[in-house]
Structures are given as C-alpha cells and as structure tokens.
C-alpha cells in the first residue's frame, strides 16, 4: 500500500462505500460525486496509520455498523480503525502536525545521529522540488519541530539500519519526508543502500494530548511554547481549513527568516467566511440585473 497514490486510495473507497451499501449523500449538478473528505494525504510511496476521512450519509447509522461494513468491504491493506460522528466539518479536526517514523536502510545508527545533530543546528535548509509549474525551493528545517535518531542502536555498535523518527508541521507548502531526507543527504551526505521506508505513525494537534502524546511513546520530547504560548513568541502563521499553516516557500535566494509567512496575491483577499469578496452585482449570473434584461432584449429583437 505504500505505492498507491492519493487517488487509488480515494477511488478504493469509493467503491468500498458502494459495496458496503452505505446511505452516501451526492453532491447536485450533471455529475454527482459521492460527498467524501480527505485530510493531508500521505505522499505516495509512504505508508500511514493515522489518515482521516469523512463520509456525508443520508440517514443516521450506527457508527459500529458503518465501521464493520466498510472495513469488510476494503481491500487489504486498508483497515477502518475507528468511526466516530464527526464535527461539522473535516476541517474542524486540528490536524496541525504527523509524526514520522522513517527507516534508513544500510545507515549506521552513529551516523544518522551525527546528521540529526547537524540538521537541528540549522536555522534553514532549502531544497528544490520539481513541480507541474517548474522548481520550487521549499525550507525542510522550518517544518521541522523536533527529530531524533535511535541512539540505543548507536551506542550498541548496531550497524544495520537507522531509524528516524521527526515531529513535521503542515504547511504551505507541504513539506515532504522526501524533501526532509533530500536535505540530510545534502548535509551529511547520507547514503541509504535501498529507498528508505517511511510511515506516518500519527497526525494531529500539537498539544501535550495530540502529536505530542504519540511523540513522548516514540521517545521525542516537543518544544513547551507550542502548546504555552507565553513561553516564546510565536511565528506567524497563516489560517486554513485545516489549522494553522506556516508560509515556507522561497521564491529566490533573498529570503527572510523560516518563520516569517510570504506575502503572496491570495493573503490579500478576504475568505468567504468573513463575507463576499466584492459588491454583489444583482444577476450577473441569473439575468435579473436591468443591464442582462437589456442585452436578453436587444438580442431577441434582432434575431
């Protein structure tokens, strides 16, 4: 399952709902699509135990019911670990956060602490990207909250594989384990002998009772300004549907400081909630205003 993408996963489920038989609600229009959210997909490639959806139903189910249909109806690989009535909203769940587990084969322990080390001594460390729209430098170190290697397996002499575990931020845009592994193989030169493995272990709000719950089992200790904020000052992050979001895009070698968000076009506009964008203009779309009746008139007279 780590090679399925975004879309496999998405079109799984799909076709597990059907088969399950649940009452999903369809959105209107020429073509209706099953109303089901998804939340910060896993890059393809990686494995995860901590992903979330949220499926619109027509009439109230059980929540055991819906859970045990539509497990038995997915394929292997993809298991419904639990079902809950959800918020409002997807976006009402303070997914601010994942812990990562990463797994580095033919790296000596010793070696993967010493790059952990220089990492977190970094104030920035950028890595290009290709994308659909060209090559994009994305700040790995900004996202980063916290990281450590397995110092027991260092100290014991163990020369198999190394194993990392990191706490990353969701932001804008998103910073990938690829771009995190893609920056210590640039500063320390680490050299995995196959492609490493790389699992989402949990996701959520960065709080003693979020991330920061599954980082302290995982033995990872996060900073105490996140969830105190009178302890540090805070960077500036940007609001989205899914929680607080950190700008960390370069756009050129000038670059301000990691915390600091980009002004970009889209931050000058007003979101939908707070109200419209512009001045109505009454039946620009439906023909009411006197200017489309006007036009609707003239048009017909000369036809």
């Known amino acids: ?25 369809y959105s209107a229009g020429f073509t209706p699509h099953p109303k089901i959210s998804y939340a910060s997909a896993a890059p393809t ?18 929540v055991s019911e819906v859970r045990e249909r539509l497990d038995a109806a997915l394929p292997d690989g993809i298991d419904v670990i639990e079902v809950t009535q959800a918020p409002p909203a997807l976006s009402a769940l303070p997914l ?52 450590g290697a397995d110092r027991c397996a260092a100290e014991g002499g163990d020369a198999g594989n190394a194993i990392l575990r990191m706490v990353v931020r969701h932001v804008i845009p998103a910073v990938r384990p ?17 492609p490493p493995l790389v699992t989402r272990l949990a996701q959520g709000a960065l709080s003693a009772d979020g991330v920061g719950a599954a980082a302290a089992a995982s033995g990872l200790t996060l900073p105490a300004e996140l969830w105190q904020p009178d302890a540090a000052p805070q960077p500036q992050l940007r609001g989205t549907p899914g929680g607080p979001q ?58």
């Open 1 to 25: 399952m780590r090679f399925a993408s975004h879309r496999d996963i998405a079109r799984a489920v799909e076709r597990g709902v059907r088969r399950a038989g649940l009452p999903i609600a």
């Open 45 to 62: 490639g990686t494995a995860s135990e901590a992903e979330y959806l949220e499926l619109s139903l027509t009439r109230a189910c059980a």
């Open 96 to 147: 601010e956060a994942s812990l990562w587990l990463v797994v580095l084969p033919g790296v000596p322990p010793a070696d993967a602490v010493r790059a952990v080390e220089e990492f977190l001594a970094c104030e920035s460390l950028e890595v290009e990207r290709l994308t659909s729209k060209g090559s994009r430098r994305v700040d790995a170190r900004a996202a980063v909250i916290t990281m």
């Open 178 to 194: 690829d771009d995190i592994l893609a920056a210590l193989r640039r500063l320390a030169t680490l050299a995995p002998s196959s």
């Open 246 to 303: 950190l700008e960390t895009t370069r756009t050129g070698t000038a670059a301000g400081p990691a915390s600091a968000s980009r002004e970009v076009a889209c931050d000058q506009l007003p979101c939908g909630a707070d109200g419209l964008m512009r001045p109505p203009a009454p039946g620009s779309l439906t023909g009411d205003s006197p200017d489309a009746r006007q036009r609707a008139t003239r048009h017909r007279v000369q036809r």
